[in-house]
């Protein structure tokens, strides 16, 4: 039977290579068959507290533990949402109250934190999971699944202020994983080194295909990504043989200059997503590990991380802009009006609980108003190059990416907007300082305005520099004039 639900291959992996390393970090490492366990443990305790199909929230580090209470969620027949355990609180009480989950599993530390954000959520410990494994009660649960059913919600950056939860469901994963396990030639298993956090997309192709091929995650220090050097001896260390990266963390590594020939001849595949890759970083990853297999994904957590994908096939100068490729197997890409729109079972069937949000961008094919057919509207821009293959072009709004952080400057500048004192705010990306620049009037101290900020977005959003002005400068129709900003800006040398 063709597989319906992520747990079909947890359950693979336990009965096949069930002592084999499944979840790896320094001081915890978990076999498949140890994982499954904890995993149906979590499962019964949450499926005694909460419904099937209802949202679990997940604050808690990025670990094994973290896994197994995401899993967890699954077995109970309910869906996850990991919580960067880092944003200010104020967003973790919008994202709690659009999901409005029906518990909060949590690590003790963040106890105080779930208690003020919960609203009518039951807040429970990852310490009161205990050993025990309700079998009767999970296969009630999973006798009931259908593949339509969601498997989780992350939240991204929405450009009104508020993040978007986009909703994914077992039938996407699936599709995406067997797509993803044959067209990157994943061997059995594959070490994967893991860089993107359970709250970012690129994370479900390494938890997936790792669990799907019987490999093994191995959880990487987010402080290791600071050292590169530090970084390339945990890769061979750990004897990864698979990294799946955003370009952000592989150009810092280049940069650094500690890739030196041969260096990590036990990595054998280069795989990346989530931003554009200069061609920059990626010869000079190809310099130090000629044999190693690159290929260059692309794709929103809208349509389950990747859509389209180019395996690299041929040599780029410094300077050259890398293709996106082609679209995966069972996914079409239309660019209508420029726009890369897709089309296929990986699109989300929507953001949760925002049905206007969902309107907007998942709309009706027009190009096949025979029959209901829906596409997602990316925002991105892409063309066809002489070689039949897309390109990436940019975007048609203010979405930007940042260190692999997707923002929506929207939500920067909801926020500034928000602040006592502010009359008027505005912010620009300069990508090549990598930079955000707000700029505002009104009569708030710059001091109390950061503080505001750090209350009410994440690390990566803040603005790098704040300009106080008398006035903002306007277009013709009255709008907020970016690009004049910006050329005021340049032309001040206010930008360091
Ligand atoms: P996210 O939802 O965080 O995965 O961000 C999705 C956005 O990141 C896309 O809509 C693109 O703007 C950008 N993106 C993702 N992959 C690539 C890529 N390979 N090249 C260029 N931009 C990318």
Known sequence: MSTRNVLDWLEDAAENAGSSPAFDMPGQALTWRQARARAKSAGSFLAARVSRQRPVLILM?????????????????????????????????LIAGTLRPGLILCEEKFADTAGRIAGDALVCGWEEIGDAADEALLSQRRKQHIDNDLLYVLFTSGSTGAPKGVSITHRSVVDFVEWACEALRLPKGPRFGSQA???????????????????????????????PKRLVQRLSDEKIDTVFWVPSALTAVARAQVLAEN???????????GEVMPCFTLNRWREALPDADYVNMYGPTEITDVCAWYRVDRAFADTDSL???????????????????????????????????????????????????????????????????????????????RSGYRIELGEVEAALNAAENVA?????????????????????????????????????????????????????????????LRQEAEHEHLIP
């Not at 359970?198 to 290791?224: E, Q, R, W």
């Not at 260096?263 to 997503?273: A, Q, S």
């Open 197 to 227: 956090p359970f709250y970012f997309d690129n994370s479900v192709l390494d938890i997936y295909c790792a669990m799907k091929t019987h490999g093994s995650l191995h959880l990487i220090p987010k402080g290791d990504f600071m050292f």
């Open 424 to 484: 008027l705010a505005c912010c620009y990306y300069d990508a090549e300082k990598e930079k955000i620049i707000a700029a505002y009037t009104g009569s708030a101290e710059e001091k109390a305005l950061k503080k505001h900020l750090k209350a009410a977005l994440p690390k990566y959003m803040l603005p790098d520099v704040i300009l106080r002005r008398e006035a903002l400068p306007r277009t013709g129709s009255g709008k907020i004039d970016r690009k004049a």
């Open 61 to 93: 580090e990025k670990s094994p533990d973290c896994l197994c209470a995401m899993l967890g969620a699954v077995y109970a027949g309910c869906f996850y949402t990991p919580l960067d355990s880092s944003m200010p609180e104020n967003r973790m009480r």
């Open 323 to 401: 293709p996106i490729g082609f679209p995966c197997e069972n996914t079409r890409i239309h660019l209508i009006d420029g726009e890369i729109c897709v089309c296929g079972a990986c699109l989300s069937p929507g953001y949760y609980n925002a049905p206007d949000k969902t309107a907007a961008a998942f709309v009706q094919n027009p190009l096949r108003p025979e029959i209901t057919e829906i596409i997602y509207k990316t925002g991105d821009l892409g063309e066809y190059n002489g070689r039949g293959e897309l390109m990436f072009l940019g975007r048609r709004d203010s979405q930007i990416k």
């Open 263 to 273: 260096c990590l001849p036990g990595l054998k595949r280069v795989f990346f997503c």
